[in-house]
């Protein structure tokens, strides 16, 4: 029997990840060294037995229940018990490289042709179940080391699990592009759902060997740039991409030149409404001044007239009055008596049909009505058949006045009646 040793502890390489320890026989009391990375296992008679994790523990009976129940305490005062132990590295083993030992043929289902891809990559690996890794693969061998699971790089034939990753990655990558209908020369844009597929996939199986991998990584897909059908894709590919390129740059100036036809439009009707208003504004300060100086020159003509004291309705009268008179009585020759009686008789018609002319311009006129009864001397008298001397007198029909000598109505104007 081994000399039994009274401090139990492994301070290795890290690419280990489960080791022996080289003695067997331990005594009750021994400190068990476990660091923080580590975890150490009994094993005995086959039998993975009590677990610790890190710190410092001192080795009881009862802290090593199972131990204890198989084992036999030595004779002369000296309790010696003999197990296995195992450290277990907990460490993540990082950038463990992969890659296809083969072309992985598929079917692109965006063009239908069947080609060949390669794939490589890399991935982390650790112990999940310290365990399940001693039981079913460490066994009775004095440890395990990273390169015994994964292989040493890329050599294909190495490796408890390179096998496993391979096959799965080739089985999954032709499976994931059909189901979801990856374009093989878009691939790049997405590794990382290929990535998360196989990883999932793979850990199903590792984690029967208390082992996961927390990441897994598709870095690189070969495509055969010299096979025919691949160039064949890889123009096709162009050429869709190009004219959908050329259809874009279209679209996007027939939408620029729309939205420039808008903006001048836009900007046409606004000058329009500009120009339009400014008219409207300068029409209505013309208005508004003619308005303004009509509006004072009445009230200049209305103040003079008030203070000459008559009306607008006496000017109108005035007006038409000196009208008629230029009218009638400068028309005619002056010395025919006839045509002097003609254009009173004018005047006369006018001035009746006026309404009545006021009292200024009535008396303006009777020197001339006086003067139009002298020329005419008894011709009244002749009319109504009378040859006497006194004249007749007749009553006017339109304004109603009384005892008229004359042949006009000397307030209205309106000639005297014929009598039958």
Request: with cysteine.
């Amino acid at each position: 029997m081994a000399e039994a040793i009274s401090v139990i502890k492994y301070e290795g390489s890290n690419d280990v990840l489960a080791h022996k320890h080289p003695n067997e026989d331990f005594t009750i009391g021994s400190q068990l060294i476990v660091h923080e990375s580590q975890e150490a296992l009994f094993f005995k008679d086959g039998k993975a037995l009590d677990l610790f994790t890190s710190g410092r523990h001192t080795l009881v009976t009862n802290n090593i229940p199972l131990v204890r129940d198989l084992m036999k305490l030595g004779t002369g005062g000296i309790n010696v018990f003999h197990a296995e132990v195992y450290f277990i590295n907990m460490v993540v083993q990082m950038g463990i490289r992969w890659g296809t030992d083969s072309k992985v043929r598929l079917f692109d289902p965006a063009s239908g042709l069947h080609i060949e891809i390669g794939a490589s990559g890399s991935f982390n690996i650790k112990v999940s179940d310290s365990r399940k890794l001693v039981i079913k693969l460490v066994g009775t061998t004095e440890g395990l080391l990273q390169s015994d699971v994964a292989g040493d790089g890329l050599s294909y034939g190495t490796g408890m699990f390179r096998a496993l990753i391979v096959n799965r990655v080739k089985s999954d990558l032709a499976r994931v592009i059909k189901e979801a209908n990856l374009n093989i020369l878009e691939i790049d844009a997405y590794l990382d759902v290929l990535s998360e597929r196989l990883k999932n996939d793979i850990n199903v199986t590792l984690d029967e060997y208390g082992l996961v991998m927390p990441e897994f990584y598709v870095t690189s897909i070969a495509t055969p740039d010299d096979d025919p059908n691949f160039m064949r894709l890889k123009q096709q590919f162009a050429d869709k991409t190009l004219n959908v390129r050329d259809e874009e740059v279209k679209r996007a100036e027939a939408e620029a030149a729309r939205e420039r036809k808008i903006v001048e439009a836009q900007t046409e009707a606004q000058l329009k409404s500009v120009r339009a208003q400014g008219d409207a504004d300068a029409l209505l300060i013309k208005a508004k001044a003619e308005a303004d100086a009509y509006k004072m020159q009445a009230e200049a003509e209305a103040e003079e007239m008030k203070m000459k004291g008559y009306t607008y309705r006496d000017e109108t009268a005035r007006q038409v009055g000196l009208e008629a008179m230029q009218n009638g009585i400068t028309g005619g020759s002056g010395s025919d008596a006839g045509g002097s009686v003609s254009d009173i008789a004018g005047l006369g018609v006018t001035l009746g049909a006026m309404g009545g002319v006021m009292n200024m311009t009535k008396e303006a006129l009777n020197p001339i009505m006086g003067e139009s009864r002298k020329v005419g001397e008894g011709f009244g008298n002749v009319v109504a058949g009378n040859t006497g001397a006194a004249p007749d007198l007749w009553n006017c029909p339109s304004c109603g006045k009384t005892g008229i000598t004359t042949r006009f109505c000397p307030d209205c104007g309106t000639p005297r009646p014929v009598q039958n």
